[in-house]
């Protein structure tokens, strides 16, 4: 669906009305969302298509997945907290699992960030270089 430049601009001021010190507020964005259904302006499936590409794409990059082979002690899950708050500002939901595939390291994404200091990864890239 081809949406037009005024619900580009609609929805981006939208999602703009929906942030509060720079994050995004849940409740906000559902108010926002039920007002625009009610009053159903023209084009409005076009401004909620957008405004709902553009509220994915923050819940992304306001989304630390982090990734282990054994399992990471409070300190360390601390001290990673801390860097990735540093370089990406408050508000970010972080979620730690466990992948033995990695053998050792870890593995962060953040939106479409990824640090990859596995040493599955190191292998890989060394037998890419052969």
């Known amino acids: 669906?081809?949406?037009?430049?005024?619900?580009?601009?609609?929805?981006k001021s939208l999602f703009t009305c929906c942030k509060v010190n720079g994050i995004l507020d849940e409740a906000k964005v559902r108010q926002a969302v039920t007002s625009v259904i009610a009053q159903k302006p023209r084009g409005y499936v076009g401004v909620?298509?957008?405004?709902q590409r553009l509220v994915k794409l923050?819940?992304?990059?306001?989304?630390?997945?982090?990734e282990s082979a054994v399992a990471?002690?409070?300190?360390?899950?601390?001290?990673?907290?801390r860097?990735?708050?540093?370089?990406?500002g408050?508000?970010?939901n972080t979620?730690?699992?466990q992948n033995a595939a990695l053998i050792g390291g870890l593995k962060i994404q953040v939106g479409s960030d990824?640090?990859?200091?596995?040493?599955?990864?190191r292998l890989n890239a060394l037998d890419e270089s052969f």
């Open 95 to 97: 979620t730690y699992s």
């Open 72 to 81: 990471i002690t409070p300190a360390i899950q601390a001290n990673i907290e």
């Open 48 to 51: 909620l298509s957008h405004f």
């Open 83 to 88: 860097s990735l708050t540093q370089k990406y």
């Open 58 to 66: 923050e819940v992304a990059k306001r989304t630390a997945r982090v």
């Open 114 to 121: 990824v640090y990859d200091g596995s040493i599955q990864a």
């Open 1 to 11: 669906m081809k949406i037009s430049k005024n619900a580009r601009r609609d929805a």
């Open 90 to 92: 408050p508000g970010l």
